[in-house]
């Protein structure tokens, strides 16, 4: 699992998704395919994007939801928790000798 969430951000155009969503959750395709283009000049097709968000769903990144016709997608930090949380570990009380 960690693997795919390695593999997902290592991509700039996912990570300018999470940046939006980060700003403004709970974004339709549409919406995220205009914020990229006004924003970053990333004139990426819908299907494009599509696939990214899959990519980005698949490593948990991403959660969607439907409400009638649209399907919205929201940030899921919790991959991101479970790798910090591995290598940061709390500070250690120094001890003096």
């Known amino acids: 699992m960690t693997d795919d969430v390695f ?3 290592a991509d700039p155009t996912r990570r ?10 709970g974004q339709t395709l549409f919406e995220i395919c205009a914020r990229l ?9 819908r299907q494009a994007i599509s696939q990214h968000l899959a990519v980005l769903e698949s490593a948990g990144l991403i959660r969607t939801r439907r409400q009638g016709r649209y399907k919205f997608h929201d940030l899921n930090t919790e991959p991101l928790e ?7 570990k709390p500070e250690q009380p120094e001890h003096h000798s």
């Open 16 to 25: 300018a998704v999470l940046d939006e969503l980060t700003e403004r959750d």
């Open 7 to 9: 593999k997902a951000l």
């Open 37 to 45: 283009t006004t924003k970053y000049g990333l004139a990426s097709s």
């Open 82 to 88: 479970r790798i910090v949380t591995r290598w940061l």
